[in-house]
Protein backbone atom coordinates (compact mmCIF):
# COMPACT_ATOMS: atom_id res chain seq x y z
CA UNK A 1 0.00 0.00 0.00
CA UNK A 2 0.92 3.34 -0.43
CA UNK A 3 1.34 6.58 1.91
CA UNK A 4 -1.49 8.01 0.46
CA UNK A 5 -3.29 5.03 1.17
CA UNK A 6 -2.52 5.46 4.87
CA UNK A 7 -3.28 8.69 5.07
CA UNK A 8 -7.05 7.88 3.53
CA UNK A 9 -7.35 5.16 5.93
CA UNK A 10 -6.52 7.37 9.16
CA UNK A 11 -8.46 10.27 7.44
CA UNK A 12 -11.49 8.20 7.04
CA UNK A 13 -11.27 6.38 10.27
CA UNK A 14 -10.90 9.82 12.21
CA UNK A 15 -13.95 11.57 10.28
CA UNK A 16 -16.28 8.79 11.35
CA UNK A 17 -15.40 8.65 15.05
CA UNK A 18 -15.70 12.35 14.93
CA UNK A 19 -19.36 11.86 13.40
CA UNK A 20 -20.14 9.48 16.21
CA UNK A 21 -18.82 12.12 18.44
CA UNK A 22 -21.59 14.71 16.99
CA UNK A 23 -23.82 12.11 16.92
CA UNK A 24 -23.36 11.10 20.42
CA UNK A 25 -23.83 14.79 22.06
CA UNK A 26 -27.23 15.39 20.05
CA UNK A 27 -25.63 17.79 17.57
CA UNK A 28 -26.40 15.79 14.41
CA UNK A 29 -29.70 13.74 13.07
CA UNK A 30 -29.82 10.40 12.63
CA UNK A 31 -30.06 11.04 8.99
CA UNK A 32 -27.20 13.18 8.50
CA UNK A 33 -25.37 10.15 10.88
CA UNK A 34 -26.13 7.33 8.55
CA UNK A 35 -25.19 10.01 5.33
CA UNK A 36 -22.02 10.66 6.32
CA UNK A 37 -21.02 7.53 7.83
CA UNK A 38 -22.10 5.39 4.40
CA UNK A 39 -19.48 8.30 2.51
CA UNK A 40 -16.75 7.63 5.22
CA UNK A 41 -17.67 4.16 4.22
CA UNK A 42 -17.20 4.34 1.25
CA UNK A 43 -13.87 6.43 1.08
CA UNK A 44 -12.67 3.59 3.79
CA UNK A 45 -13.36 1.06 0.86
CA UNK A 46 -11.81 3.54 -2.29
CA UNK A 47 -8.36 3.67 -0.06
CA UNK A 48 -8.39 -0.24 0.57
CA UNK A 49 -9.10 -1.41 -2.55
CA UNK A 50 -8.60 2.00 -4.95
CA UNK A 51 -7.73 -0.20 -8.08
CA UNK A 52 -10.31 -2.67 -7.85
CA UNK A 53 -12.82 0.27 -7.15
CA UNK A 54 -11.50 1.68 -10.21
CA UNK A 55 -12.15 -0.85 -12.10
CA UNK A 56 -15.96 -2.09 -11.26
CA UNK A 57 -16.84 1.51 -11.93
CA UNK A 58 -15.07 1.64 -14.77
CA UNK A 59 -17.02 -1.43 -15.89
CA UNK A 60 -20.28 0.05 -14.10
CA UNK A 61 -20.38 3.22 -16.03
CA UNK A 62 -18.92 2.28 -19.45
CA UNK A 63 -16.52 4.50 -19.29
CA UNK A 64 -12.51 4.24 -20.55
CA UNK A 65 -10.59 4.93 -17.61
CA UNK A 66 -11.28 3.79 -14.32
CA UNK A 67 -10.06 7.14 -12.56
CA UNK A 68 -13.04 9.30 -15.65
CA UNK A 69 -15.41 6.80 -13.68
CA UNK A 70 -14.19 7.54 -10.33
CA UNK A 71 -14.15 11.83 -10.90
CA UNK A 72 -17.56 11.28 -12.77
CA UNK A 73 -19.10 9.49 -9.69
CA UNK A 74 -17.46 11.89 -7.19
CA UNK A 75 -18.85 15.01 -8.99
CA UNK A 76 -22.24 13.84 -9.61
CA UNK A 77 -21.85 12.92 -4.81
CA UNK A 78 -20.75 16.76 -5.33
CA UNK A 79 -23.96 18.47 -7.06
CA UNK A 80 -25.93 16.08 -4.63
CA UNK A 81 -24.20 17.62 -1.50
CA UNK A 82 -24.62 21.27 -2.82
CA UNK A 83 -28.00 20.84 -3.62
CA UNK A 84 -28.70 19.67 0.01
CA UNK A 85 -26.95 22.71 1.06
CA UNK A 86 -28.97 24.93 -1.39
CA UNK A 87 -32.36 23.53 -0.01
CA UNK A 88 -30.92 23.76 3.92
CA UNK A 89 -29.78 27.21 3.65
CA UNK A 90 -33.39 28.37 1.26
CA UNK A 91 -35.32 26.69 4.51
CA UNK A 92 -33.22 28.74 6.46
CA UNK A 93 -33.40 32.32 4.51
CA UNK A 94 -37.57 31.58 4.59
CA UNK A 95 -37.61 30.92 8.44
CA UNK A 96 -35.74 33.97 9.26
CA UNK A 97 -37.98 36.20 7.26
CA UNK A 98 -41.38 34.47 8.63
CA UNK A 99 -39.86 35.46 12.21
CA UNK A 100 -38.96 38.48 11.54
CA UNK A 101 -42.23 39.37 10.36
CA UNK A 102 -43.31 38.25 13.10
CA UNK A 103 -41.59 40.10 15.40
CA UNK A 104 -42.25 42.82 13.25
CA UNK A 105 -46.22 42.92 13.75
CA UNK A 106 -45.61 41.98 17.69
CA UNK A 107 -43.40 45.17 18.13
CA UNK A 108 -46.14 46.83 16.25
CA UNK A 109 -48.74 46.01 18.35
CA UNK A 110 -46.72 46.35 21.41
CA UNK A 111 -45.85 49.93 20.60
CA UNK A 112 -49.90 50.76 19.73
CA UNK A 113 -50.33 48.93 23.51
CA UNK A 114 -47.78 51.33 24.80
CA UNK A 115 -49.81 54.36 22.84
CA UNK A 116 -53.18 53.54 24.33
CA UNK A 117 -51.18 53.28 27.41
CA UNK A 118 -50.10 56.67 27.65
CA UNK A 119 -52.86 58.25 26.80
Known amino acids: MYVIQYIA???????????????????????????????????LI??????????????LLGLGRGLDALFVVLIGLNYILMFRIYMRIDKTEREITELTRQMAIELQEIKE????LEK
Not at 26 to 38: A, Y
Not at 46 to 59: A, D, H, Q, V, Y
Not at 113 to 116: A, M, N, V
Open 113 to 116: SLKK
Open 9 to 43: ILASLGIMVYVLGKYGKKEMTWQGFIFWEFLLIIM
Open 46 to 59: ISLKPIETSIFIKN
